[in-house]
C-alpha cells in the first residue's frame, strides 16, 4: 500500500443513507482475487443505467463532483463483509470515506487496504453534504496525523478517532504483515530472552 498521506482534496458528496456493500460493488461482480478493476463497476447499478449508458443523476458521473473523498450518508459499508468493498473504492481513486457512521467489518476492512474511513457526528456530515452540494469546488482536508478533517472554506473542523495501530500501519504504507516484518528484529529479540520455565 501507498503512505497515507494528508490529503486535500475535492470531494463527493452521496446524500444516501444505509449503503450496502451489494451497492458498493455487487455480488455478480465479485469474481477476481486480486484488488484491481473493480473500480470500473463502483456504484455499478446506481452508475449506469440497464442498458449500459451512464446515469445522469448519479454523483459519480457529473462533472462538477470528482476527488479523492467520498462523502456519504450514516452507516455506509452495511450488508455483507466482502473485502471488493473497500477495493473497489480504493481502485477508483477514493482514499478517504466520511460518515457518521461505518458498518464494523467494512471500517476494518477499508482500514487493511489503504482506505482511509472518517466518522463524524451526525451534525458535521450533514453540514458538509449540504455545503458540498452547493460548492462542489471546495476542498476537504484530511491530515492523518493530527487526526484532523476540515472544510476550511465554510470553517468546519473536527477531530477524528482511529485505532493506534492502524494509524501506523496506513502511514507508513503497511498491512499488517508489513508491519510484522518490520518489527522482526523486536519479535527476535524478545524470543531470545524470553525463559522458558
Known amino acids: 500500500m501507498q ?34 478493476g ?9 452508475r449506469f443505467n440497464r442498458e449500459g449508458s451512464p446515469n445522469p443523476e448519479f454523483v459519480l458521473n457529473q462533472d462538477r463532483y ?53 466518522q463524524v457526528s451526525q451534525d458535521l456530515l450533514d453540514q458538509l453534504l449540504e455545503y458540498l452540494q ?12 493530527s487526526q484532523q478533517i476540515s472544510l476550511p472554506a465554510a470553517s468546519l473542523q473536527s477531530h477524528f478517532e482511529i485505532n493506534a495501530h492502524k494509524k501506523t500501519c496506513l502511514l507508513q504504507g503497511f498491512d499488517d504483515i508489513d508491519y510484522l516484518l518490520s518489527q522482526k528484529e523486536v519479535i527476535a529479540a524478545f524470543e531470545e530472552n524470553r525463559s522458558f520455565a
Open 134 to 145: 452547493h460548492h462542489p469546488e471546495a476542498e476537504i482536508t484530511v491530515d492523518l496525523s
Open 66 to 118: 470528482h476527488g479523492q473523498i467520498l462523502v456519504a450518508g450514516k452507516n455506509f459499508g452495511c450488508g455483507s463483509s466482502r473485502e471488493h468493498a473497500a477495493w473497489a473504492l480504493y481502485d477508483f481513486g477514493i482514499r478517504v470515506v466520511v460518515s457518521s457512521f461505518f458498518a464494523d467489518i467494512f471500517k476494518n476492512n477499508a482500514l487493511n487496504n489503504g482506505l482511509l474511513p472518517v
Open 3 to 36: 503512505p497515507f498521506k494528508t490529503i486535500c482534496s475535492r470531494a463527493i458528496p452521496l446524500v444516501v443513507e444505509n449503503i450496502d456493500t451489494d451497492q458498493i460493488i455487487p455480488a455478480r461482480f465479485l469474481k477476481a482475487t486480486t484488488r484491481e
Open 38 to 46: 473493480f473500480g470500473e463497476n463502483l456504484f455499478r447499478d446506481w
